[in-house]
């Protein structure tokens, strides 16, 4: 039995109690009604804290998540260094002189055809979108990408578009070396926004800025001036808005799929063996995403073209949405989320704040009321 007591006692150690942290007066019973417990007993703000610390799926959505070291032991160890000296000493400097070279050809071609044949606007589009492709390629061959190709290539048509998850900006690289699109896209700064207003302008892209609401109105009527145009290059659009890990898709912006014309889904899917392809803009600019893929061992990637969507009768854009996500999601093996990906650039609303407060505020005054 004495035994038994000790053990008894060392339990109650581990786990000791509150109100021995806390002063005498702070426990005190007035009127020998209200306790402590009662007052932390605010079990529903504290559920719904729990639970969103637990079960964050949104943040989980645009983390990016390291490889397990390998290089463990003192057998493994010498390999990695020795892949480390190949990757940064050999592959980069041989990469960056293809993509250098690319560059040189790429400037050398563009140029002369977008000053010298502006009277002919059908042949210098089309050799527009051929250098397009090109330099796209040569980005490719930097990281040595692996990239298959799942389905029939993608042709110019009138009312139609093609939508795709998003994971990183070399999204539009990987399918631009297929197939000239028009991308709509964020404007970005620095050399990156220099290409956008030059090169990718020619063919047809739509930029816009989130921090401007008038936007939203331009870049609608540019879209259904686009779809409707004959001969424009088929319109590119990542519906979520912004980057997720290629773990998850967040919710379709319903703008592709309320201009009543055919949506061809793109399914994405990166395969981590030698890199992680997400971009996490927060933490890394462009550049130095890129200078992480050409210091790997290859980006390896697989896209499918899916069979084209059209809104069936009955089906509202936000429902149509949601069903081309699902395709996408199943094809890639991505998990679903109900989540705006846009809700990564800003904070709750000062409203949405003071609704918790207040209803935090009605939830112990109650209980001080009951007591």
């Keep these: 039995m004495s035994k038994l007591r000790e053990s008894d006692s060392e339990l109650e150690l581990d ?47 645009f983390k990016s998540n390291p490889p397990e070291p390998w290089n463990w032991n003192v057998y493994l160890f010498p390999l990695w260094c020795l892949g480390v000296v190949v990757r940064y000493g050999l592959l980069f400097p041989v990469r960056v002189f293809v993509l250098t070279a690319g560059w040189i050809i790429f400037l050398s071609c563009y140029f002369p055809v977008h000053f010298l044949l502006k009277g002919h606007d059908k042949l210098r589009k089309k050799l527009e979108r051929g250098l397009v492709e090109l330099i796209c390629s040569f980005f490719v061959a930097s990281w040595t990408g692996v990239v298959k190709y799942h389905g029939p290539r993608p042709s110019i048509r009138p009312k139609q578009v093609f939508v795709a998850n998003h994971t990183s900006m070399i999204d539009f690289i990987v399918l631009e070396q297929m197939t000239a699109f028009a991308v709509i896209m964020q404007k970005h700064p620095g050399w990156v926004g220099l290409l956008q207003s030059t090169i990718l302008e020619s063919l047809g892209c739509i930029w816009f800025n989130r921090s401007e609401s008038k936007d939203r109105e331009v870049v609608a009527r540019k879209l259904r001036e686009h779809v409707n145009a004959a001969d424009s290059n088929p319109l590119l659009i990542f519906p979520e808005g912004t980057c997720v890990n290629n773990h998850y898709t967040v919710m379709f912006k319903k703008g592709a799929f309320e ?113």
Excluded at 25 to 38: A, C, F
Excluded at 44 to 56: H, N, Q, R, W, Y
Excluded at 330 to 346: C, E, H, I, N
């Design 259 to 371: 201009l009543g014309c055919t949506v061809c889904p793109v399914a994405i899917k990166y395969n981590k063996i030698f890199v992680d392809a997400f971009w996490n803009s927060r933490k890394q600019s462009f550049t130095t995403h890129l200078l992480q893929l050409m210091t790997s061992w290859a980006v390896v990637c697989d896209v499918w073209y899916l069979e084209p969507q059209n809104l069936r009768p009955g089906e509202n854009p936000i429902e149509f949405a949601e069903r081309v996500r699902d395709i996408i999601s199943l094809r890639a093996g991505l998990k679903k989320v109900p989540w705006d990906g846009y809700l990564k650039y800003s904070r709750p609303s000062p409203k949405l704040r003071e609704q918790k407060q207040q209803s935090f505020a009605e939830s112990l005054l109650h209980r001080l009321e009951d007591k």
């Design 15 to 61: 786990h000791p109690n509150i109100e021995d942290y806390l002063p005498s007066e702070s426990i005190r019973e007035p009127h020998g009604k209200l306790r402590l417990r009662d007052l932390l007993d605010i079990s529903p703000t504290l559920s719904e804290a729990a639970g969103a610390i637990v079960d964050d799926s949104f943040t989980r959505c």
